[in-house]
């Protein structure tokens, strides 16, 4: 059975910085495209970064460009995002999420497969 389980969001203040990760079992991991997503109560699931099988090609959406990173350690099965310079607007719950049929990399929601339960992170003062 495929798992997703995301793990390392919290609270930080404004400027801090939070790493995500997100582990995946149940198959071959490197066979899959990698992606985040976020979202706020009452509002769509927004894309946030995509990374591909190998981890050669990587796209964010604008608001995080040059303060975030995605990456995978596919001997660990794991996706990470790295989410620096955090400002009140980013906090949301993140999904981390699959696909199978994606070649090369998405920022489509309704390209991924299968979704993780979700990471709450918060930024405030």
């Known amino acids: 059975q495929v798992h997703l389980v995301e793990s390392g969001g919290g609270s930080v203040q404004p400027g801090g910085s939070l790493k995500l990760s997100c582990a995946a079992s149940?198959?071959?991991?490197?066979?899959?495209?990698m992606g985040w997503f976020r979202q706020s109560p009452g509002k769509e699931r927004d894309f946030v970064a995509t990374?591909?099988?190998?981890?050669?090609?990587?796209k964010y959406v604008d608001s995080v460009e040059c303060r975030f990173t995605i990456s995978r350690d596919n001997a660990k099965n794991i996706v990470y995002l790295q989410m620096d310079t955090l400002e009140p607007e980013d906090t949301d719950v993140y999904y981390c999420?699959?696909?199978?049929?994606?070649?090369?990399?998405?920022?489509?929601?309704?390209?991924?497969?299968?979704w993780g339960q979700g990471t709450r992170d918060t930024v405030t003062t």
């Open positions: 999420a699959e696909s199978e049929r994606v070649i090369g990399i998405s920022m489509f929601a309704s390209g991924y497969d299968i």
């Open positions: 149940g198959r071959t991991f490197s066979n899959y495209v």
């Open positions: 990374i591909d099988r190998i981890g050669h090609s990587t």
